[in-house]
């Protein structure tokens, strides 16, 4: 209990609003020496849950830490720093958003105060600008008061190819990536320990969510299966220890999203009937597959109509 009374008298001192003072700290697991993860639910957003569907985590270095991602709610965020704070008292000064979907970046408002650079693909503003406001008012909606706090932060450092970031005798490559499951999908690799963080490039056992490319998406998981990864840590999903071959489930069931709707397209079934002839066989293998599956067949009929 030391580091505990010692962090809230910290606080107390700093003024810092009365939110700080209620997190909770997320449970976290060490998945490798001085990588903290903490499972997100596999489920929808809800007030109960604050959002915390997302797999969010953090790398502690010599010197200093890196979150990735922050998570979906401002209450979260103050949970995973509270998290952060039981672990270690280095300054927190990198907070990755792996990508534009609520439930990785509505956390980074709880790290203001420390001052990081909030690091996000080159195309994160743009994205955030179109729907950063929908997605705040759709978190209001669908978590009530448990949204309080949560608001857009705009990234500070965009990586737009490949940058090294060192935390200390620690470094952490960050990539950004051609539209896939987005448009904004950030990895990041852990050099030390060879972890690989995926985002949302990587679901485990929840249905992937098609929304920036499948046939890019497929292409970016060719060139991600190359790296050499001792763990590949999913946006939603336990952590994998084999690879490349976590990502052969996911490869599978994009690829007969693509051969499918392009038969359909052959077909002649329109874009409305199309979800119920497509991949439908992958039902018993995905969570959520009743949420997601219609939607991604509709988005790949929308890109691949036209090829
Ligand atoms: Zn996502």
Redesign the pocket.
């Known amino acids: 209990m030391r580091w505990r009374d010692a962090s809230i008298g910290a606080v107390l001192c700093l003024g810092v609003p009365p939110l700080a003072m209620a997190a909770t700290p997320l449970t976290t697991t060490q998945i490798a020496p001085g990588i903290y993860l903490h499972a997100g639910v596999q489920a929808e957003a809800t007030a109960a849950n604050e959002d915390a569907i997302?797999n969010v985590g953090f790398i502690v270095g010599d010197a200093s830490v890196l979150v990735v991602d922050p998570g979906g709610s401002a209450r979260e965020g103050e949970d995973l720093r509270a998290a952060i704070r039981q672990v270690t008292d280095r300054p927190i000064r990198y907070v990755v958003m792996?990508?534009?979907?609520p439930?990785?970046i509505f956390g980074a408002a709880a790290f203001k105060e420390d001052g990081p650079e909030f690091i996000g693909h080159a195309k994160l503003p743009g994205s955030l600008a179109q729907r950063g406001a929908f997605y705040l008012r759709n978190l209001r909606r669908e978590l009530g008061e448990a949204a309080d706090g949560s608001e857009v932060i705009v990234p500070t450092h965009l990586v737009a190819t490949t940058e090294a970031f060192d935390l200390g005798e620690r470094i952490v490559t960050i990539r950004a990536h051609g539209p896939a499951?987005?448009d904004t999908d950030l990895s990041l690799l852990d050099e030390r320990t060879r972890t690989l963080f995926l985002?949302?490039l990587l679901f485990v056992e929840r249905i992937p969510?098609i929304?920036g490319s499948v046939v890019g998406w497929l292409h970016e998981l060719d060139s991600l299966a190359d790296f050499t990864a001792a763990r590949a840590v999913p946006?939603?999903g336990p952590v994998a220890v084999d690879w490349p071959a976590a990502l052969v489930p996911e490869r599978r069931y994009l690829q007969k999203v693509v051969d499918g709707t392009r038969l359909a397209i052959r077909q002649g079934i329109d874009i409305g009937e199309a979800p119920r002839h497509v991949a439908i066989d992958e039902q018993r293998d995905w969570l959520l597959f009743e949420a997601y599956h219609a939607r991604n067949v509709t988005a790949a009929f929308k890109e691949l109509e036209w090829e």
């Open positions: 997302a792996t990508h534009v979907h439930d990785h499951h987005t985002g949302d969510v929304d946006g939603h």
